[in-house]
């Protein structure tokens, strides 16, 4: 094993010298996916823990720069999930084996927390034996303690970037990285399991970002780390940008498994996206999560962050299938199981 990498799967971190030496070339991504892959499974075996995500509500507040749902995408077809539609969507997803059901949104005030409570507390109750995991962007402390009260158990925000001048250059004013950064540690003290991450090769990225942002999980210490390469979305400022790059995304999980190998880390929708084999990949280079989609098939296509999202024409079971197949021949092995995360000693 190369000494940089060996380094890091001890000590779990780097100079920020080595950190951009191990980023920027592919020269030791073999040894780098392969120590990833043996933490992993030092940690969490061959499994893969499933969850069933949600889309509820495309309808959004916020204006993000890179994201195919903000306010401004006028072409954009707004939809909202019922309650019963919801209930319905965990319901099948309970059938076919998922034990956590991600209910992911755009920032929708229709959402208030009379309503996400009430279909959060109603979810547990059908499915105790299920984890609830909210990802609807930024709230009060309030909020949070009341949908943390109503039953729901994590809770997934992205900081998108860790450096200042690059959150500015991605949202408009009115959006702030602090607040992004409080509501994170408000919810982890307020008792969720956490997960946050970012965008690779967002527009305007630099080495440097990245490294801010492993440092800033450093210090949040989260649960879970989902990362995937930027896509561009007609609809947007960012239309012209290009797409993150997969090399890069992939080099990013392994070096994440090493630095938190107690992490839950998913093999995102949108590294499927970019490369048909790209959540296999994922997993290979240390990712131990995948979030199939268990919204009804009419709204898919209307859950629209970036262009070509896999997956928007298959039925949940199609999905569960197809994926449980792929898993295998990458060597892995769905679990259902609710899926916690296992930080042994380093809680
Ligand atoms: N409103 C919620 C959910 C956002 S969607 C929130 O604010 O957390 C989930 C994630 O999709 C975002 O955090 C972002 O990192 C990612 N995303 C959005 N637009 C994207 C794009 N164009 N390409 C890749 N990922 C994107």
Redo the contacts with the bound molecule.
Sequence with gaps: MEDIVLKLREEHNLSDEEMSLLLESGRFDESLFHAADEVRRERYGGAVFLRGLIEFTNY?K?D?Y????RRSNKRAERYRLTPAAIYGCADEGYGLGYRTFVL????DPYFNDERLCEIVSELKQRHPDCAVTL????RSALSYQRLFDAGADRY???H?TADEDHYRALHPEGMSPENRKRCLFELKRIGFQVGS???VG?PHQKTEHLLKDLRFLRELEPDMI?I??????RE?P?AAYP??DVSLTLRLIAVLRLMFPYALIPA?T?LGTIDPNGRELGLKAGANVVMPNLSPVETREKYD??ENKICTGEEAAQCRGCLEARIRAAGYGIVTDIGHVRRGEQS
């Design positions: 959004c916020n993000c890179y994201c195919g749902i992911q949104g755009g920032e990802s609807v962007g930024e997934l925000l992205r998108e991450g970012f965008m967002s989902g995937g390469p930027y896509i561009h979305h947007t960012f797409d993150g995102t949108a962050l970036y």
